[in-house]
């Protein structure tokens, strides 16, 4: 029995050698189609997930985006980073229905049927529009660096004017 596996999986094996280029292309553009649609639905998947946490978080804080909230603020980065294939693929409806499975799949029923097309053209908008916010968030840290570093010498004047009127004692 194990001999008669191995002759036809040696057979098999054999068959798939002697196929010809076509099939092997054919074969290839199919694997590459299944990884794009899975990756889009993985995408879609994760995205739905943060969009659901980002979406109770809001309704906690009684209907208002804490951009402080640490929690908020890893869910928006992990939103936008699935939302990259969005970029590139915003015009192809085969990426788009796919990443929406995957966003009605773990969205817990806040992305439907009804309303998966108005929540990815929403993420379509804000994926395109994101090279104007990652401008704008570059310069932010750029002042928060050139802040930070005003705060440092601040604290080192504190300090040292601390020192200066400490030498004053209870006068």
């Known amino acids: 029995m194990i001999v008669a596996a191995f002759a036809i999986m040696m057979t098999s094996c054999g068959m798939l050698q002697k196929s010809s280029t076509n099939e092997q292309s054919t074969a290839t553009q199919t694997t590459t189609t299944t990884s794009v649609a899975t990756n889009a639905q993985s995408a879609g998947q ?23 909230n640490m929690q908020n603020v890893l869910n928006t980065v992990t939103l936008v980073a699935n939302c990259e294939g969005l970029k590139t693929s915003y015009n192809d409806k085969t990426y788009l229905k796919d990443f ?7 969205s817990l029923g806040l992305v439907t049927q009804n309303n998966v097309e108005t929540v990815t053209n929403s ?18 840290q750029n002042t928060a660096t050139t802040a930070a570093g005003y705060a440092s010498t601040a604290a080192q004047y ?9 030498a004053f004692g209870g006068k």
């Open 123 to 140: 993420l379509v908008e804000m994926v395109k529009s994101s090279e104007s916010v990652q401008n704008a968030t570059t310069q932010a």
């Open 100 to 106: 929406g499975k995957g966003m009605i799949a773990s």
């Open 158 to 166: 504190a300090g040292a004017l601390s020192t200066l009127l400490s």
């Open 46 to 68: 994760n995205a739905g997930t943060a969009l659901m946490a980002l979406y109770k978080q809001y309704k906690a804080d009684g209907n208002k985006f804490d951009y402080k």
